[in-house]
């Protein structure tokens, strides 16, 4: 039976263009248990870097740029495919001279409504982001910003290009100008999916068997870390809050705190596309979402689930499987080197 209170709610909702299933035969889910959703943004905006048509061309140039790695064979999309829901299916991704990450890389889509960047938080934005891999000497081994200045600088094309997406700057070629413009491009990486619809008003968008696992992830505990419109990216969490993680080799937060409150505290990751962001955690060692669901649950939550709420679970899991922009991400035909551009692997140290 319908609660009142509902009854009212859905009401009220009805007359200004509200978006919550109401009728019995939606299913069981409940005004109460939406409240910590809603729908994913068309964008990810940020007044510090406002998007233009031409900053955010530029920004897809960069982010396809192999040149902004030292051997010239690593670009942001070596690690984050695109077409790949923004993962490579690695553990942990190959970096400079085949040097492994010591964290998994977690998909770019959606990552611009997160509250931070990184797994232990070290980057506010996707702008400031946007610069770690491109200096790190394990990832895209840049030894300066002068030095991924000089690169593009040696290419007309790219010169051009900053001049139309920075037009009030003298000199526009600048390292936080080329973040700027990768951060304005991960702002339009949004994947909406049919949990969006739902969430909107579509009754039909989700099956009573999707619904049924909604409510099982809303009984067992897990929206209390994965909540608002990414299902996770708004807290930082303890791995291991019931019963210690197995694996404590990595710090987490207290590796950029030094705090001894943050050992084992991690972003909270985003469920967005989870079906196919595939192996989990920070350390990427779980392979399986079944084995991730009930890791969780167990770790997290105390609870040892049965296989049939796993199941559930997964099914609405799959619900949060969005819609890649095809056409936004489509690869750039990138501009010719010069003379003047740097070779490969361009003062290479043999230590290194």
């Keep these: 039976m319908l609660r009142p209170a509902f009854l009212l709610l859905c009401a009220l909702l009805a007359l200004v ?5 109401c009728s019995k035969d ?36 960069l982010y396809y740029e ?4 030292k051997s010239q064979t690593i670009s942001c999309n070596t690690c984050h495919n ?16 085949g040097q492994q990450g010591d964290r998994n890389s977690p998909t770019v889509y959606n990552a611009a409504g997160h509250f931070v960047q990184f797994w232990d938080g070290r980057a506010p934005d996707v702008e400031e982001q946007a610069k770690g891999p491109i200096l790190n000497p394990v990832e895209m081994a840049m030894d300066s910003e002068d030095d991924v200045v000089t690169v593009l600088r040696s290419i007309p094309e790219y010169v ?6 920075f ?16 951060g304005a491009f991960e702002r339009g990486l949004v994947t909406p999916s049919r949990w969006d619809r739902f969430l909107r008003g579509d009754r039909q968008a989700l099956t009573s068997e999707e619904q049924a696992g909604f409510k099982t992830f809303i009984s067992v505990g897990c929206q209390a870390c994965h909540m608002g ?3 996770g990216g708004s807290i ?7 019963d210690p993680w197995p694996d404590s080799k990595d710090p987490g937060r207290y590796k950029v705190t030094q705090n001894e409150g943050d050992w084992m505290i991690f972003k909270v990751a985003s469920l967005r596309n989870v079906e196919k962001t595939a192996p989990y955690f920070h350390n990427g060692k779980v392979q399986t979402l079944e084995e991730a669901v009930s890791l969780m649950a167990d770790h997290q939550l105390g609870r040892k689930l049965k296989e049939s709420e796993v199941k559930a679970i997964l099914a609405w899991l799959k619900t949060l499987t969005g819609e890649i922009p095809a056409e936004y991400i489509k690869p750039p035909a990138l501009p010719a080197s010069t003379s003047a551009t740097p070779p490969p692997n361009w003062r290479l140290h043999t230590a290194d």
Excluded at 66 to 69: K, Y
Excluded at 236 to 242: C, F, I, N, S
């Design 17 to 21: 263009g509200g978006s919550v299933s």
């Design 26 to 61: 939606s299913g069981t889910i409940d005004a109460s248990d939406l409240r910590p959703f809603r729908p994913i943004p068309d964008a990810l905006p940020a007044k510090s870097n406002p998007a233009t048509e031409a900053k955010v061309t530029l920004g897809r140039l």
């Design 66 to 69: 192999p040149r902004l790695s």
């Design 82 to 97: 695109l077409d790949a829901y923004g993962v490579d299916g690695e553990p942990t991704s190959d970096g400079h001279m």
């Design 160 to 165: 051009e290009a900053f001049k139309r997406a």
């Design 167 to 182: 037009p009030d700057e003298k000199n526009p070629v600048t390292f936080d100008n080329a973040a700027r413009a990768i």
């Design 229 to 231: 419109a990414f299902v």
């Design 236 to 242: 930082y969490q303890k791995l291991g809050v019931y």
